[in-house]
């Protein structure tokens, strides 16, 4: 038995910088500067997803400094930045809703031990195999529900408890629209537009930043001049009004049964971390052209979301913006990821208590334009003029995310494109049954030496099913149901020609076998043609090799033709 190395699937990125013994004060300058403005821009995102998410704004800033600072140590990528992303916004507002801040602890350390799991079992380049319109699908549908779960704030609609639902949530801002607030609508369109016409100053400052510096003070001015009061981080979380303590490690009261009704949840965090930041990766890859490590990623991210929960903090995986922002403003390495952190904990530590007085509306104006950056409603057009059935897998996965739950939509959108694969995979094989005259082309390299064009005679008492496609679950039941419908008096021999199979599975080899045996009770041979190496090995593994008789298995249609012949003629 292979001997498990623990080096081949974890390499940190940070360990290869300094091992090359090649980093100088030139790039560790430039470490700093990224990882500066990248704290910056972080900045005022932590505390917007942390909010959205149904938990403190300190909770959001310190995922960004632990996982931040984590990720960048232990990941396989040179410039990803870990921390909250507007991706966790709705399971973490569910998990809170249903389960309190306990369960969401318990949900992302499980989330944390399935990411360190999949990396040690190398599933990081898996990942990457999940269907195109699954991603866009789950991506605009988040999109839709964070643009959904601001519209309070952002209108300034006084509503006691606001539903986490999508549709109950609509219904509650319809029913209460006549407590539209016009000021806070101003502040937050202000806000908005600023956001959005900032980068055209410049783009090393981020428009989130400026807009809630503006927004801060045209609140405090307007509130101390003019008497209208705005919404704000104080008026939410009061208790920052007092000041900010260094959060301790807690541990969570972890049951059975809390581990068993959370691992749904947590499965949905693992799979949209390992997705998000995995992907984040591959463009920074493109961008840079340097490799990450998918495995060591997975098991960095996994390490971050178990320890980032015992500080207070909420999941956390790669995030695309803050990394390309990373590499834009001259990131180098891991460095850069691990000096935003601490610039966050700086921030964390001194400007926190000034946070109390940043407008609600503010921060919705900013996830807004974060839900509209994530709609990718360009992508989501282009897939509609598709193929049908990713149109489907892409509506399916849409609407159940908005409607119902990301879990689900996540799940069965899965489900649905493996359908899917396994139909087109079952229309583009077949089974026939070949003509008395045919043509035999070059079955394998043993052969070759055979003229491409060749007519071959199929005897009396012969007949030849071929195979064209891998023969598995999806393709099986086809030869039973050829042989059912074909009846051929006085039939010998069957061959079966597999020269276009290049694998099979039990299913298969199942159904093989009992084609085999109904043809023994009918005094009936069966030849296997055109068998590949590595077909020939799955049958000599199940046994089946040397039930039928390896005097029966032949790599080319011409000698199991002659056998065939050989025996319709006794």
């Known amino acids: 038995m292979a001997k498990f190395n623990l080096a081949e699937v974890f390499q940190p990125k940070i360990l290869e910088v300094f091992k090359k013994g090649n980093y100088t004060k030139e790039t560790f300058t430039a470490d700093l500067i990224a990882g500066i403005i990248v704290g910056i821009i972080a900045l005022p995102l932590a505390i917007a997803f942390g909010i959205a998410s149904g938990v403190s704004p300190q909770q959001g800033l310190i995922t960004a400094v632990v996982a931040g600072f984590l990720v960048s140590l232990l990941g396989g990528s040179h410039f990803l930045i870990g921390g909250p992303t507007g991706a966790f916004i709705v399971i973490v507002y569910g998990i809170v809703a249903q389960y309190g801040i306990s369960g969401l602890i318990i949900a992302t350390v499980l989330a944390g031990v399935i990411l360190v799991l999949m990396g040690l079992f190398k599933l990081g380049s898996i990942i990457k195999f999940i269907p195109y319109p699954i991603v866009v699908g789950f991506t605009s549908g988040i999109a839709v529900v964070i643009f959904s779960t601001q519209v309070k704030d952002f209108l300034g609609l006084t509503i006691e408890n606001l539903p986490s639902e999508f549709i109950p949530q609509w219904s509650a801002y319809f029913s209460h629209l006549n407590t539209f607030n016009p000021a806070e609508f101003l502040l937050s ?201 990713d149109v489907a897998v892409l509506l399916i996965t849409f609407f159940l995310t908005v409607i119902i739950d990301l879990t689900v939509a996540i799940e069965v959108g899965l489900v649905l494109a493996i359908i899917l694969f396994v139909k087109r995979i079952s229309e583009t094989s077949s089974v026939k049954v070949m003509q008395e005259e045919f043509v035999a082309g070059t079955e394998n390299e043993e052969m070759a030496q055979l003229s491409d064009v060749e007519h071959l005679i199929v005897p009396d008492g012969v007949e030849i099913y071929e195979i064209d496609g891998p023969f598995f679950f999806g393709l099986a039941s086809k030869l039973d149901e050829v042989d059912r419908e074909n009846n051929k008096k006085g039939l010998k021999v069957r061959i079966i020609r597999m020269r276009k199979v290049p694998f099979i599975d039990s299913t298969g080899q199942n159904n093989l076998r009992n084609l085999w045996k109904r043809a023994q009770g009918e005094n009936v041979q069966i030849i296997l043609s055109g068998v590949t190496e590595k077909v020939h090995a799955s049958l000599r593994k199940s046994g089946f090799a040397n039930e039928i008789g390896e005097d029966y298995i032949f790599p080319h249609i011409i000698p199991a033709l002659a056998k065939a012949t050989e025996l319709a003629e006794k």
């Open 189 to 389: 369109l202000g806000c908005l537009l600023i956001i959005i016409f900032w980068p055209k100053v410049t783009n090393k400052v981020p428009g989130s930043l400026i807009a809630i510096i503006v927004g801060t003070a045209a609140s405090l001015l307007l509130a101390n001049y003019a008497g209208i009061e705005f919404a704000t981080i104080g008026s939410k979380f009061p208790e920052l009004a007092n000041g900010i303590e260094i959060p301790k490690p807690t541990a969570p009261n972890i049951t059975w049964d809390t581990v068993q009704s959370m691992f749904q949840p947590a499965f949905t965090i693992a799979l949209l971390c390992a997705i998000e930041s995995l992907l984040a990766a591959m463009v920074a890859d493109g961008v840079t052209g340097k490799k990450h490590n998918s495995n060591t990623e997975l098991i960095g991210q996994g390490v971050a979301n178990i320890i980032t929960p015992f500080f207070g903090g909420i999941p956390a995986t790669g995030a695309l913006a803050r990394t390309m922002a990373n590499i834009n403003n001259g990131g180098k390495s891991p460095v850069a990821g691990i000096v935003h952190a601490i610039v966050l904990l700086l921030i964390f530590l001194f400007l926190m208590p000034y946070a109390v007085y940043i407008p609600l509306g503010c921060l919705a104006a900013i996830l807004v334009m974060v839900a509209y950056n994530m709609s990718e409603w360009r992508t989501f057009k282009y897939l509609l003029k598709g193929d049908k059935s």
